[in-house]
């Protein structure tokens, strides 16, 4: 199983500094194997210290080496701290900074062709829901995705679970999920509200590779409690 865990815009470097210590001790002695990732702010980024299944990603780069690109960062920046891990087309990403799908696959193909392992994602709103619509605009948001690329990862993350402390049921996720699968071969993350309480329901569902945490994972015991019963499973 994958865990991954979204600080989006929290935590200091101090924190996150003795979280990722806490974290690599927790997995070293719980002896779990299972495949971990961070992905901190830009300024908390660093060489960490850290086991070999946890990974510490970028939340978002920008796809140039450098260049004009104020309040961005680039690969150039990424490269320092030996990151070779993204999360991509996040919908926080499309809908608060207007990444349009065009741009979304522009960033991916660049990075791509570097080989970072991407962790690509997607997921409709409440409205799109409604109206039946989910799967098509779903497959809307692979467009000019490789979805044969081997170091992919697709997370799933409905907009109206996110944040919200409501997580979509097991039928919801199961639904989404096994129509992925007929297209796509790399691992499926659930993400939306998963929290230690639901996270063996999440991992229950057939084709669910593992999550991807939003404010559950914030603090250091409750991502962790997480892994906990999420291993146990
Ligand atoms: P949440 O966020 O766990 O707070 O719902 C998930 C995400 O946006 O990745």
Redesign the pocket.
């Known amino acids: 199983m994958i865990y991954a865990a979204?600080f989006k815009t929290n935590n200091t470097k101090a924190y996150t500094k003795e979280y990722i210590d806490k974290l690599s001790n927790f997995l070293k002695a719980n002896n779990i194997k299972d495949e971990v990732f961070v992905f901190p702010t830009f300024c908390s980024l660093d060489s960490y210290e850290v086991p070999k299944n946890l990974t510490i990603g970028a939340q978002n780069a920008y796809p140039a080496k450098n260049g004009s690109f104020t309040g961005e960062i680039g690969l150039e920046q990424i490269d320092e701290f030996g990151i070779k891990t993204l999360l991509i087309g996040?919908s926080e990403r499309r809908e608060i900074f207007g990444e349009t799908q065009e741009f979304i696959a522009k960033k991916f193909n660049f990075f791509k062709e570097l080989g970072f392992k991407i962790i690509y994602c997607i997921g409709e709103s409440k409205e799109i829901r409604d109206e039946g619509e989910t799967l098509e605009y779903l497959w809307s948001e692979f467009d000019g995705i490789d979805l044969e690329y081997d170091n992919l990862i697709v997370a799933y993350?409905p907009i109206w679970?996110?944040?919200t402390g409501v997580s979509a049921t097991k039928e919801d996720i199961d639904e989404v999920l096994s129509a992925l699968r007929t297209k796509v071969k790399a691992p499926l993350l659930y993400?939306?509200?998963?929290k230690s309480s639901n996270i063996n329901e999440v991992l229950s569902v057939k084709d669910c590779d593992g999550v991807?945490?939003?404010?559950?994972s914030w603090r250091v015991e409750s991502f962790c409690d997480i892994i906990k019963e999420g291993v146990k499973a």
């Open positions: 979204n996040h993350e679970a996110i944040g993400g939306g509200s998963v991807l945490v939003g404010s559950a």
